[in-house]
């Protein structure tokens, strides 16, 4: 069932009021430090008392449509939503609204239990009164759910999506057919929520709005993971081995279950890979200008790229992938959130790609787990040593079909291209929103270009 949004009516524009200057302190919003015009694309009435904006969002480059459920609450602070258990506290409260409080609706049991009554998809017998958010950064919101209140795990998690994009969602879709090609490295999806909405010229256009897919029971977040081993000085080489063989295996996958782009062209080979690090730098060098030092070793890198003849043809990737999108649960690893960068557009998010781009993603936060760790020195140099050498080690040696029409010394010179890539991307990144953390990407292009 695809839910229309209906256009902006009096309540939208007061709830929109009520949590403007909420709004920007999310760490979903995309434009964190500007004066972004938000302008009301539409509303949803899941419930009486639950009600879904869609918002405009524009700074700049930035135009992004999010997604901001709330829950209208008696200004006492208790609401039940119809589910025991369910209360507001003062600091769930983000506004006012005619005398009741706006609460953020996207873990709260009344906008949980509206969303299922509205999904798609097999769904699971969770209890709304269950829902937890979970803590931490993020782009989207994703909340736990248990069957009961006294169940002894959870059993499903909802992602709710705060920036939306016209068009298929990766998330959903990509699991369902890595489930269909009978992948069990991905937790398989349960419940989907589409709706329709006018696009930016008014026309109307369709997308997801959340998804909710089966919970890794005992499981633990592949980045705290790698902390925490890193942290107790210990070595992390066996666990990078088995994650990068898992990480082969769900390429193969992605190979069936989407086939390969058979039509590369020419320019799709090694001379694309290298103008898109040489775009990259130049972009990174005029946002931290003090880059710059850093030319003559990207201009190395961009010269051993164009130098080879062929590039491994492209296929669909995860195309976010780090140790934040990995659960460990028991002796098993498992690959979740197939979304793609939140903000960029959907065309690019599903557009085939190198494989070898997902595997830097893992070797670059390899690097963050260490010095997150407090790792400094030679010690972050060891450790980080041997888990990248373990993680090619085990994606390399995994029993699935590797390309053969690059050699590994082909591959390597593009693997080192493309964690160049994705390091000045953080460069720019770090400078922007967490300066303190900038010292990480220079420690790589270091290693990559100094």
């Not at 919101?141 to 169940?151: N, Q, Y």
């Not at 998330?171 to 090609?181: Q, W």
């Not at 992938?321 to 690893?333: A, E, F, I, K, T």
């Not at 082909?410 to 922007?432: I, N, Q, W």
């Amino acid at each position: 069932m695809t839910l229309v949004v209906t256009p902006p009516d009096d309540l939208d524009v007061a709830l929109l009021d009520a949590v403007r200057d909420w709004l920007p302190g999310r760490r979903w919003f995309p434009a964190k430090g500007t004066q972004a015009e938000l302008a009301l694309v539409g509303g949803l009435a899941l419930a009486d008392d639950v009600r879904v904006l869609l918002v405009r969002a524009k700074a700049g480059s930035i135009d992004a449509v999010l997604q901001v459920p709330l829950v209208l609450a008696p200004a006492t602070g208790e609401h039940d939503g119809g589910h025991a258990g369910a209360t507001t506290s003062p600091t769930d409260v983000v506004g006012h609204v005619g005398g009741r409080a706006v609460v953020d609706g996207a873990a709260h049991p009344a906008f949980v239990a509206a969303w299922l009554a509205a999904a798609d998809g097999p769904g699971a017998p969770v209890d709304p009164s269950t829902a937890r958010a979970v803590s931490g950064e993020q782009s989207n919101t994703s909340v736990i759910l248990r069957a009961a209140p006294d169940a002894p795990a959870p059993a499903a998690i909802l992602k709710v999506l705060r920036a939306v994009a016209a068009g298929e969602n990766p998330d959903v879709d990509v699991p369902r057919h890595l489930v269909d090609v009978g992948s069990a490295d991905v937790p398989p999806p349960l419940a989907w929520l589409q709706a329709r909405w006018p696009g930016p010229s008014g026309e109307q256009v369709e997308g997801y709005l959340g998804a909710m897919s089966a919970f890794v029971p005992q499981a633990q977040d592949g980045f705290e993971l790698a902390c925490d081993v890193a942290r107790r000085g210990e070595p992390f080489d066996d666990l990078a081995r088995e994650l990068g063989a898992v990480v082969a295996g769900v390429h193969a996958d992605l190979v069936r279950a989407f086939g390969t782009d058979a039509a590369t062209a020419p320019q799709d080979g090694p001379e694309q890979v290298a103008a898109a690090v040489a775009n990259r730098f130049a972009w990174a060098v005029s946002a931290v200008p003090q880059l710059t030092r850093f030319a003559p070793g990207v201009e190395a890198v961009v010269a051993q790229v164009r130098a080879l003849d062929v590039a491994p043809p492209r296929q669909r990737v995860h195309g976010d992938l780090h140790l934040g999108q990995v659960l460990r649960s028991g002796s098993r690893w498992f690959v979740t959130d197939f979304e793609g960068e939140p903000l960029a557009p959907l065309a690019a998010r599903t557009r085939p790609d190198l494989a070898l781009r997902d595997v830097a993603g893992m070797l670059r936060s390899l690097d963050y787990a260490a010095a997150v760790a407090g790792l400094t020195g030679d010690a972050a140099q060891s450790w980080t040593d041997a888990a990248r050498a373990a993680l090619l080690d085990g994606y390399a040696g995994a029993a699935v079909a590797q390309p053969v029409d690059v050699d590994a010394d082909g591959r390597a010179v593009l693997l080192r291209a493309l964690e160049l890539d994705k390091t000045l991307y953080e460069a720019v990144y770090e400078s922007r929103n967490r300066p303190t953390w900038l010292p990480i990407p220079l420690a790589g292009l270091e290693r990559l270009a100094g």
